[in-house]
């Protein structure tokens, strides 16, 4: 089946939408994007062939997960999101998913998925969430920004411990897009209970980074984000 996705994905090649994709998704040199090859196709259109061909093998799914095309693993990761939906055995798409993090490798990657599957399995699975705290301490960017996007599927249930200690963790790391993630999640937890997260800045508005904090009080009035920019 693997032969056919391909065959299906290469008729959408679009060269000019490939070249705003690689710069919009830092693939130059020394970027957190470097190397990775963009064909152009855009994600409703990677979902629609995903959807058409969800019955699609995790040996044909590893094809395109090893794959140096970025639309192949995103082909990949939504085949495995349609597959954990239906799946009897869910911890084998989730331990799958977690097998192949050095290929779920650029920030669209992750937060179009993190949350249907990995946040969906631990929001079951209570004691498995120690996982998360793993992934959190690695030194690999994506699976630190797989740890705190899999958070939102707790948030939406709300479910905020794990958010906050994940935040605490990350207040000195040195990526932007750590900042930007951990700030979002901070954003989507005020939007569910407004007193904790206000809690949380009070205790740390004063070390966060900037784009962290810009992002958690986004929602905020302005006479409210200049309190907590004026720091």
Request: glycine fraction near 4%; charge should be positive; aromatic fraction near 10%.
């Amino acid at each position: 089946m693997v032969n056919k996705i391909l065959k299906e994905l290469k008729s959408k090649k679009n060269a000019e939408q490939a070249k705003v994709l690689s710069r919009f998704f830092k693939t130059g040199k020394g970027q957190y994007g470097e190397g990775d090859v963009f064909w152009g196709i855009k994600v409703p259109v990677l979902r629609e062939i995903a959807r058409k061909f969800k019955e699609a093998s995790l040996v044909d799914i590893q094809e395109l997960l090893n794959s140096k095309v970025h639309e192949h693993r995103m082909t990949g990761m939504f085949i495995l999101v349609e597959k954990y939906k239906k799946a009897e055995s869910k911890k084998e798409i989730y331990e799958f998913y977690l097998k192949n993090t050095k290929n779920i490798n650029n920030w669209d990657l992750v937060d179009l998925t993190a949350p249907n599957i990995v946040g969906a399995f631990l929001l079951e699975n209570k004691k498995e969430r120690k996982i998360l705290y793993s992934l959190v301490k690695s030194k690999n960017l994506w699976e630190r920004r797989i740890a705190v996007l899999s958070t939102f599927t707790l948030l939406r249930n709300k479910e905020y411990e794990d958010i906050l200690k994940i935040a605490e963790l990350l207040l000195k790391d040195e990526q932007d897009l750590i900042h930007k993630a951990v700030g979002w999640m901070l954003r989507e937890l005020g939007k569910r209970d407004k007193e904790i997260e206000i809690r949380f800045l009070e205790k740390h508005y004063k070390i966060m980074p900037r784009t962290m904090l810009r992002y958690a009080i986004e929602k905020f009035d302005l006479k409210e984000k200049k309190k907590y920019m004026k720091r």
